[in-house]
């Protein structure tokens, strides 16, 4: 299961991913509002994934639509607490 909590801080987005992201649909509210948010300015997404238990490639192209919107903002996104699991994916 999918979870998620965002917080937004004029120009950050901070965004916490809890469980599996596993499918594009698992994350359709989470994009939409995650959008709708680097859209009204906040144009840097940290994103905590410390309580992220596992993620595949439909998970990763969700973190990689979400680096194309705040770098088309003029921003950037950032990936921090990644446990060693999906460090080993990233790398």
């Not at 994009?31 to 905590?48: E, F, P």
């Not at 994934?49 to 919107?69: A, R, V």
Request: aromatic fraction near 8%; charged fraction near 20%; hydrophobic fraction near 40%.
């Amino acid at each position: 299961m999918f979870k998620y909590s965002i917080e937004q801080k004029e120009p950050y987005l901070w965004v916490n991913l809890i469980g599996k992201l596993i499918s594009e649909d698992d994350a359709i509210d989470f994009m939409n509002k995650t959008r709708s948010l680097i859209n009204q300015h906040c144009k840097i997404a940290i994103i905590n994934m410390q309580e992220l238990n596992y993620i595949n490639s439909s998970g990763f192209n969700q973190l990689l639509k979400i680096l194309s919107l705040t770098r088309n903002q003029g921003g950037d996104t950032f990936l921090c607490n990644i446990n060693s699991s999906i460090d080993s994916l990233l790398i």
